[in-house]
């Protein structure tokens, strides 16, 4: 299932409206509550929405606006492109439709840990050309480079890393 720009939009827009109708009280304004309380339950009724929608638990910090149940199917990854590394679970499967396409994994691997797993998995792929470097301004590592014609890169984040493919 490919995942949509209107899909993270309808996330947003549960959050707003969770926000809207938790602002709502009685005589007393704050209702007992504080902003943090209030901001707390929304962020579970959303984490909640997601996981309703088909989003593994494990997506959740990683990746809060993941909608839909994500099927691999949907990428079109390089041929030869390897398994992601052991305990990955797939969030969100993005584009793909001419532009760049995003794959999404939740991981509790450190991002050296990632970026070792791909860099040696694709150095010695035929027809892979892999740099691993932190381009400026980014503050950290990727790994990057060409599958083909097709560009691709490894992004680590908190809790998880972005795939990203470009085709043209």
Known sequence: MSITLARPAAATAVVLGVLALT???????SGGRTADDEISEATERLADAQEDSGVPEECEAAFPMAWGEPDLADAALPP?????????????VSGGDGSVQTVDYAADQEAAAVLDHYEDALAGAEGYDVTREEPPGLGHEVVSGLAGDAGFQVDPRDGGFRLAFDAS
Do not use: F, R, S
């Open 80 to 92: 030869g492109w390897p398994e992601p590394p052991a305990g990955a679970v797939l969030c969100a």
């Open 23 to 29: 602002a709502c009280g009685g005589d007393d304004p």
